[in-house]
């Protein structure tokens, strides 16, 4: 089973991809946890280019390649694999930050996210949404470290970010499941792993 978390900046969702590794250690479900960009060596480098405020691309498709370039090196090399072992993969974030972030926020041509997004096939089973307002999330961001390229990116942008998930979220509903993420981190958890034991059998609340 293959399962992504997505959501705005500041949403929770590294926090709580963290409780539900702890939680799958726990019940003895095999799984990895993986993320994008960043997910394998070539990625690591990737993501320093792509989050380093300090980077200035000339072209927003050169940011959109490296994503693309990102994933799939990350697909073929860690995410098959491991479904192909009978893993559960839970992997922080997926295509549909593209469309999210580089389809809505950055207002590229959506004819050529689809045909790179479908440059792999591998679509998720299920997607947890981290639905929380913008000013939580950016207060969350900005209260930890130093701001990355996309946290410091301005209102509008994180506007567009946020009600793309939500039509995603309604274009998609089968896959979707959407997570309170203002509420309280057990809170968020306990309505995490009720969506999870629907779908996970070996998972006992
Ligand atoms: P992330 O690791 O998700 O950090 P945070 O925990 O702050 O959410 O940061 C990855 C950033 O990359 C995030 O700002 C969203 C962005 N992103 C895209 O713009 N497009 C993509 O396709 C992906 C996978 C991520």
Known sequence: MFITFEGI???????????????????????IVTKEPGGTELGKMIRQWLLNPETSFHHHYTELLLFIADRLEHVETVIKPALKQGMI??????????????????????????L?????????????????SIDVGLSRAKSRAKLDRFEDEDRQFHEHV????????KKHSN?????QADASIPNVQNQMFQVLSTYIKQLSL
Do not use: M, W
């Not at 479908?118 to 949404?129: A, F, G, R, S, V």
């Not at 946020?162 to 979220?169: G, I, S």
């Open 9 to 31: 900046e500041g949403s929770g969702k590294s926090t709580q991809i963290d409780a539900c590794a702890q939680k799958f250690d726990a019940c003895n479900i095999p799984f």
């Open 89 to 114: 993969v839970l992997c922080d974030r997926y295509k549909d930050s593209t469309i999210a972030y580089q389809l809505a926020g950055r207002q590229l041509d959506e004819s050529i996210i689809s």
């Open 116 to 132: 790179l997004n479908n440059l792999t096939e591998l679509d998720p089973d299920l997607t947890l949404l981290f639905d929380c």
């Open 162 to 169: 946020y009600r793309t998930y939500q039509e995603l979220a």
């Open 175 to 179: 896959r979707f499941h959407i997570i």
